[in-house]
């Protein structure tokens, strides 16, 4: 059990890192090109896509558009995909409770 424990918490260390790097290379993107922020949201409601998902897709593939919620379209995959981003929210939020609730309490021995 604990070792299982200790992998998983290698992984989602992983993952945070990953989450932090996306978060650090949007700010990035961000601060190259201020023109990116401003967009006009009549031309997103059309179909057009949006500027950070073209400037980001030049760097990363698939297109990252596709797996996020759109809250500005009216697709109909957007809210299926908000359910999943939330049920995953809390999924990893009650495994993270559950697990540091599970993990033996360490007694500071005396000798």
Known sequence: MVASTGRLRAVLLALTGVAAWWSAFVAFVYAVKPGVRYEYLPFIREGDPVQL?????RV???????ALPSFYGHEAATPFLALIWL?????????????????????????
């Not at 990363?60 to 596709?66: G, N």
């Not at 995953?88 to 033996?104: I, K």
Request: net charge positive; glycine share 8%; charged share 15%.
């Open 53 to 57: 998902w073209l400037e980001l897709g």
């Open 87 to 111: 049920a995953l929210a809390v999924f990893l939020g009650a495994f993270g409770y559950f697990s540091v609730r599970r993990q033996p309490t360490v007694s500071a021995s005396t000798r």
């Open 60 to 66: 990363l593939r698939p297109d990252i558009q596709t």
